[in-house]
């Protein structure tokens, strides 16, 4: 099966560490299910000049999911920064202090030390942004949705798995009920056949009377078949299978989608019998489809 064709998770964790001769530069990634693209990018420092690249890079390879990223870049030299010195505001600040000194009459005691602390006197401003920290963070970007990808199908897998194990049980409650229904439903015509017998009495006896009870039990028995709806059941469970196995297109909504119809079908054929061989399978029927559109919640 290609990569493109197998099922994935929506659940996964993945971390990098690279240190060069200018950095130390940690990254994580984590994803859980949701129906949507959901970025969150948490940093220390701010990074809003490389937000939109990483999210990109992300979004490329995962689709669907609530993505929380964790960024810290650690700078091993200041070459990226520059300090200003406010001098026309430090001139400001001493005109602003000898003066105060001479209001209240106290000494302008003044040195570089107060004026450091001074606001905005001292200002560092980072230069344009580095070219070989964005390409250093895209490369790890790639790296570590690669790792997380590698989870993702891991756990997709298990997933499918336990899917396949549902559906071969609903395909061995759905064949006992195809054992069972022919006799269950002779067994519900001879019963109502009876009832209507003692109901109408010795009458039933002609052969007019017999010939009319047979048909309204024919009738009535024809509201309860369940032929249709086994056969929709049983081909739901073969797209289903295909769509999980890659041979057929689709996706976790539209496997959701075909789980539902499953149970509408496996709803009718319970409402419909009143042997209990079938309707203790159609409990087991549902039961499975529940298990499986719960575990398609995490897949993609």
Known sequence: MKVDDMVRSMTGFASDFRSTNRYDITMEIKSVNSRYFEFKLKSPQPVDAFENDIKNVVFEKLRRGKIDFFLRVVEKDAENYQVVVNLELGRKYRTALASLAREVGVTADMNLRDFVSLPHMLEVERKAEDEELSRTLLAMTESVVDKVLEMMYVEGKRTQDDIEASLAAIRTALAAIEKIYPEALEKYKKNLTERISELVGQEASSPLASNRILMEVELVASRTAINEE???????????????????????????????????????????????????????????????????????
């Open 230 to 300: 086994i056969v929709r059941l049983g081909s739901h469970i073969q797209q289903f299978e295909a769509i999980l196995s890659g041979k057929a297109k689709g996706d976790s909504k539209k496997l959701d989608f075909i789980g539902q119809e499953m149970n509408r079908e496996t709803n009718t054929i319970a409402s419909k019998s009143s042997d209990y061989g079938i309707v203790e399978n159609t409990i087991v029927i549902k039961g499975e489809i529940e298990k499986i559109r719960e575990q398609l919640r995490n897949l993609e």
